[in-house]
């Protein structure tokens, strides 16, 4: 589904990723785990054209699409929640539902997909006319997830989804995640501190240090990995 | 009371033109952060586009016909729709990225561009121009009223051009587009929005309406000339500032209020010498005690 090959990212002079390489197969949930500042999310942002890479390779099906702008592989097949969520906090919920389904032309489908962003996240449908900026951190992550199913991708990628939330609804949230990935068979790349929850519910995982991959394997490994456990699960 | 309802009249016109001009600064505002200073010089050459295009259009549909008129306000509109976009095109775009002041020097910059290069010989020229007449004018006479049909027509048109406004930017897919924007471009991009498009679209709208107003201002002026647009330019800047800028609605009344400030003041003998410093003195008075406007709302943003 997706495979990036050595792929480096400045900012300015500073080296965020140098030489990064996965694969993201088809119907299974991937995740990058690592400390802040690892890179995890300029990983996420260069997929989704955000930031321009330097060099290397980002394949979407069969299609190089590094370098393009952020709209371009949107209509590719691509979706991303990102980081701190990003819903339109002037816009209603129904709004953000429809911006995440911008450039779809199937007024049919667009129903049928509406229904199950509300079915996995019941308290969206009870919002509905709500301005999202007046939901609550998880309520807003809910949308952010839904807003992104709404454009029908092919990839999902979810971009810390723990962050600032209550626990509670964090276990909520990530069951949702494990419930779409085997409902709509979507392939799912997850970037996630709390590396515990992220290692449960996927199937592989790369572990990110200062730029680089140090670590990679089936997710049920590297929860028994010493290095890992010592630096990412507590012990 | 006819004094007042004369007075009425007047400064809902004024306030009318002041309203459309506004709306391009809050609409630009809104998506780019900055005020557009060529904003006010966009009216200009509104006003000098219909200057030009008005006796070719006459020959068609009779000199100040309603069909000119219209004619000559849609291409008017559309000339400086283009211009608009390629004003954000050439000098903005390529510093979106930058600090905001570079941008709103750049804008100044323009801005004095425009006004100096039509004040030479081979463009506009310096001289005042006479406007031609476009529509057919009656003075309507009611008691003791006294008003021009100009003065209704104006009024009643900016009605329409607001509430069209208002329908593409609340109801439309673009219009939550530009909302999305304006609220976070990466967010809208990740959603599949072309945000140069969406910008350049504000830019036309807003540089169209502007046209309009142009055009309202200088049926109502003396004359036309490249300054022209800077007096209007700066009440409609404080309009938006007034009404909240980044709120459309707030533009609007804001244009509205200060309309009205302008008229019942200029109109009270032994003031009208003040009203410019007594206008200017409720502004600073309202900032003071609502800061972000009478429809503006503080922002806060949830982390």
């Given at each position: 589904?997706?495979?990036?090959?050595?792929?480096?990212?400045?900012?300015?002079?500073?080296?965020?990723?140098?030489?990064?390489?996965?694969?993201?197969?088809?119907?299974?949930?991937?995740?990058?785990?690592?400390?802040?500042?690892?890179?995890?999310?300029?990983?996420?942002?260069?997929?989704?054209?955000l930031v321009k890479p330097r060099s290397g390779l980002i394949n979407?099906?069969?299609?190089?699409?590094?370098?393009?702008?952020?709209?371009?592989?949107?209509?590719?097949?691509?979706?991303?929640?990102?980081?701190?969520?990003?819903?339109?906090?002037?816009?209603?919920?129904?709004?953000?539902?429809?911006?995440?389904?911008?450039?779809?032309?199937?007024?049919?489908?667009?129903?049928?997909?509406?229904?199950?962003?509300?079915?996995?996240?019941?308290?969206?449908?009870?919002?509905?006319?709500?301005?999202?900026?007046?939901?609550?951190?998880?309520?807003?992550?809910?949308?952010?997830?839904?807003?992104?199913?709404?454009?029908?991708?092919?990839?999902?990628?979810?971009?810390?989804?723990?962050?600032?939330?209550?626990?509670?609804?964090?276990?909520?949230?990530?069951?949702?995640?494990?419930?779409?990935?085997?409902?709509?068979?979507?392939?799912?790349?997850?970037?996630?501190?709390?590396?515990?929850?992220?290692?449960?519910?996927?199937?592989?995982?790369?572990?990110?240090?200062?730029?680089?991959?140090?670590?990679?394997?089936?997710?049920?490994?590297?929860?028994?990995?010493?290095?890992?456990?010592?630096?990412?699960?507590?012990? | 009371?006819?004094?007042?309802?004369?007075?009425?009249?007047?400064?809902?016109?004024?306030?009318?033109?002041?309203?459309?001009?506004?709306?391009?600064?809050?609409?630009?505002?809104?998506?780019?952060?900055?005020?557009?200073?060529?904003?006010?010089?966009?009216?200009?050459?509104?006003?000098?586009?219909?200057?030009?295009?008005?006796?070719?259009?006459?020959?068609?549909?009779?000199?100040?016909?309603?069909?000119?008129?219209?004619?000559?306000?849609?291409?008017?509109?559309?000339?400086?729709?283009?211009?608009?976009?390629?004003?954000?095109?050439?000098?903005?775009?390529?510093?979106?990225?930058?600090?905001?002041?570079?941008?709103?020097?750049?804008?100044?910059?323009?801005?004095?561009?425009?006004?100096?290069?039509?004040?030479?010989?081979?463009?506009?020229?310096?001289?005042?121009?006479?406007?031609?007449?476009?529509?057919?004018?009656?003075?309507?006479?009611?008691?003791?009223?006294?008003?021009?049909?100009?003065?209704?027509?104006?009024?009643?048109?900016?009605?329409?051009?607001?509430?069209?406004?208002?329908?593409?930017?609340?109801?439309?897919?673009?219009?939550?587009?530009?909302?999305?924007?304006?609220?976070?471009?990466?967010?809208?991009?990740?959603?599949?929005?072309?945000?140069?498009?969406?910008?350049?679209?504000?830019?036309?709208?807003?540089?169209?309406?502007?046209?309009?107003?142009?055009?309202?201002?200088?049926?109502?002026?003396?004359?036309?000339?490249?300054?022209?647009?800077?007096?209007?330019?700066?009440?409609?800047?404080?309009?938006?500032?007034?009404?909240?800028?980044?709120?459309?609605?707030?533009?609007?009344?804001?244009?509205?209020?200060?309309?009205?400030?302008?008229?019942?003041?200029?109109?009270?003998?032994g003031l009208s010498d003040y009203r410019d410093a007594i206008a200017?003195?409720?502004?600073?008075?309202?900032?003071?005690?609502?800061?972000?406007?009478?429809?503006?709302?503080?922002?806060?943003?949830?982390?």
């Amino acid at each position: 589904m997706l495979e990036i090959r050595d792929l480096h990212v400045n900012y300015g002079a500073i080296s965020a990723l140098h030489g990064i390489s996965l694969r993201v197969p088809q119907g299974q949930i991937v995740t990058l785990i690592g400390a802040n500042g690892a890179g995890k999310s300029t990983t996420l942002r260069a997929v989704s054209g955000l930031v321009k890479p330097r060099s290397g390779l980002i394949n979407l099906e069969g299609e190089e699409i590094a370098g393009m702008a952020p709209h371009t592989i949107v209509g590719r097949g691509l979706a991303q929640s990102p980081e701190g969520r990003m819903v339109f906090a002037n816009l209603t919920v129904m709004e953000n539902l429809r911006m995440g389904a911008y450039l779809r032309k199937d007024k049919a489908n667009f129903a049928k997909d509406l229904d199950y962003v509300f079915c996995i996240f019941p308290r969206l449908k009870e919002r509905e006319w709500q301005a999202a900026g007046t939901l609550s951190g998880g309520e807003q992550q809910m949308l952010a997830i839904g807003r992104a199913l709404m454009s029908k991708p092919k990839l999902l990628m979810l971009d810390e989804p723990s962050l600032g939330i209550a626990p509670l609804l964090v276990k909520t949230i990530f069951e949702k995640i494990v419930e779409i990935n085997k409902e709509l068979g979507l392939t799912i790349l997850l970037v996630e501190q709390n590396a515990n929850l992220a290692l449960e519910v996927s199937h592989y995982g790369y572990v990110l240090e200062t730029g680089k991959i140090i670590l990679e394997n089936t997710s049920a490994e590297l929860r028994v990995n010493e290095k890992v456990r010592a630096a990412y699960l507590g012990g | 009371m006819d004094w007042f309802l004369q007075q009425l009249i007047n400064g809902l016109a004024l306030g009318a033109i002041y309203a459309l001009i506004a709306l391009g600064y809050t609409m630009v505002y809104g998506v780019l952060r900055f005020i557009n200073f060529a904003h006010a010089d966009v009216l200009m050459l509104g006003a000098f586009a219909a200057y030009y295009l008005a006796p070719s259009v006459a020959k068609v549909f009779g000199p100040s016909t309603v069909p000119t008129a219209l004619t000559v306000m849609v291409l008017s509109a559309v000339i400086c729709a283009v211009i608009g976009m390629l004003i954000e095109f050439l000098a903005y775009r390529p510093l979106r990225h930058r600090p905001r002041l570079t941008v709103l020097i750049t804008a100044i910059g323009v801005s004095l561009f425009i006004e100096y290069t039509g004040q030479h010989e081979k463009v506009f020229g310096a001289a005042t121009k006479a406007f031609p007449t476009l529509l057919p004018q009656k003075e309507i006479i009611v008691g003791a009223l006294r008003c021009s049909s100009n003065d209704l027509v104006v009024v009643g048109f900016t009605a329409v051009l607001l509430a069209a406004m208002w329908y593409i930017v609340q109801r439309t897919k673009v219009g939550m587009a530009m909302r999305a924007v304006s609220f976070n471009e990466q967010a809208a991009s990740l959603m599949g929005v072309n945000v140069n498009a969406i910008i350049s679209f504000t830019f036309a709208i807003g540089s169209a309406l502007a046209a309009i107003g142009g055009i309202f201002f200088a049926m109502r002026a003396p004359g036309i000339e490249p300054l022209m647009g800077v007096q209007p330019g700066l009440r409609a800047f404080i309009a938006a500032v007034l009404g909240g800028i980044g709120n459309l609605p707030g533009a609007a009344l804001g244009g509205v209020v200060l309309g009205l400030i302008e008229t019942f003041f200029g109109g009270m003998p032994g003031l009208s010498d003040y009203r410019d410093a007594i206008a200017f003195a409720l502004l600073i008075l309202i900032l003071l005690f609502r800061p972000a406007g009478l429809l503006g709302k503080m922002q806060t943003e949830k982390v």
